[in-house]
């Protein structure tokens, strides 16, 4: 059973930079290219960054590029997407995915 457990959301000021992760478990991480995406308030599911299997290829959304970086550790498991410069209407809850499986995602809400 896929698992994806995403942590490091909170509230940040304009500006400001977060990391969010992406455990994941029941299945060979290191094989599966692996993806981002995002739901504001009130609006549809978002896709933002993704990535290879191996992290060698990356790709954003418009809205991000130049300001998230994605990248994944595959001997832990782990997948990764680093916030800076964050702006307001970059509030939303993140989700980690591969294919149609996601986690519960984690809030990430910039505010001053």
């Known amino acids: 059973e896929v698992q994806l457990v995403e942590s490091g959301g909170g509230l940040v000021q304009p500006g400001g930079s977060l990391r969010l992760s992406c455990a994941a478990s029941?299945?060979?991480?290191?094989?599966?290219?692996m993806n981002w995406v995002r739901q504001a308030p009130g609006k549809e599911l978002d896709w933002v960054s993704g990535i290879d299997a191996g992290g060698r290829i990356t790709s954003y959304a418009d809205s991000v590029k130049g300001r998230f970086t994605i990248s994944r550790d595959n001997a832990k498991n782990t997948l990764y997407l680093q916030l800076d410069s964050l702006k307001t209407e970059d509030t939303a809850m993140y989700y980690c995915s591969r294919g149609s499986s996601r986690g519960q995602g984690t809030q990430v809400t910039v505010s001053s």
């Open positions: 029941g299945f060979t991480f290191r094989l599966y290219g």
